[in-house]
């Protein structure tokens, strides 16, 4: 059952981020909302490159936080409270 309630809460908590990023990219056409959008990206710049001849892999990593998808974060919690 406790497994079952993390997975909830990690699908409610990914859905209010995408849905807050998405606002943010709509919000920023907007003038008055566009510190919405403002945020900061942390990651690997240059992917990681393992070239083993018969194989090259590249591996990246690369996150975005705005203001939108905290608050979208934010108000996930809000509903997964009320779920």
């Known amino acids: 059952m406790k497994s079952r309630n ?3 809460f990690i699908f409610v908590m990914l ?3 995408v849905i807050g990023g998405f606002l943010g990219q709509l919000s920023s056409a907007i003038p008055a909302l566009s510190f919405l959008n403002y945020g ?3 990651g690997l ?3 990681l490159t393992l070239d083993l001849i018969i194989i ?4 990246g990593l690369s ?3 705005t203001i939108a998808g905290i608050i979208g974060m934010i108000i996930s919690i809000f ?3 009320k779920l």
Do not use: C, D, M, W
């Open 63 to 65: 996150l975005k936080f």
């Open 45 to 47: 710049t240059n992917p």
């Open 40 to 42: 900061q990206e942390v």
């Open 6 to 8: 993390n997975i909830a």
């Open 56 to 59: 090259k892999l590249q591996l």
């Open 15 to 17: 859905s209010g981020l």
């Open 79 to 81: 509903i997964y409270r």
